[in-house]
């Protein structure tokens, strides 16, 4: 499995980004995709996932209302859409794929992640 982000740079605070996690390599199609961020001297946390095979999403608290993940599965692509940004959403933010997923609504566990993307940089000016 491959997974490969992009779309991550800099904005000001309450602007927006999107980003897309491209994936290729699943042989089936019962899998999850989540994304995840790390800041520098932080660790790793759960941001939002997707089922592919339900459509069913989980957020964290922290950008609930805020971030929408999406699935456009002709392109094979996870989106996150990411409105009214916060310094600190400032991060590296990785895509990662759980397979199968952990159940009809995925999980933010990481360790249920084995394939991980390289990041990309999302820098949130105040």
């Known amino acids: 499995v491959q997974l490969v982000e992009s779309g991550g740079g800099l904005v000001q605070a309450g602007g927006s980004l999107r980003l897309s996690c491209a994936h290729s390599?699943?042989?089936?199609?019962?899998?999850?995709i989540a994304w995840f961020r790390q800041a520098p001297g932080k660790e790793r946390e759960g941001v939002a996932c997707?089922?592919?095979?339900?459509?069913?999403?989980t957020y964290a608290d922290s950008v609930k209302g805020r971030f929408t993940i999406s699935s456009d599965n002709a392109k094979s692509t996870v989106y996150l859409e990411m409105n009214n940004l916060k310094p600190e959403d400032t991060a590296v933010y990785f895509c990662?794929?759980?397979?199968?997923?952990?159940?009809?609504?995925?999980?933010?566990?990481?360790?249920?992640?084995?394939?991980w993307g390289r990041g990309t940089q999302v820098t949130v000016s105040s």
């Open positions: 990662a794929a759980e397979m199968p997923p952990s159940g009809y609504y995925p999980e933010l566990r990481i360790d249920d992640y084995d394939s």
């Open positions: 997707i089922s592919r095979r339900y459509g069913t999403t």
């Open positions: 390599g699943f042989r089936f199609d019962d899998y999850g």
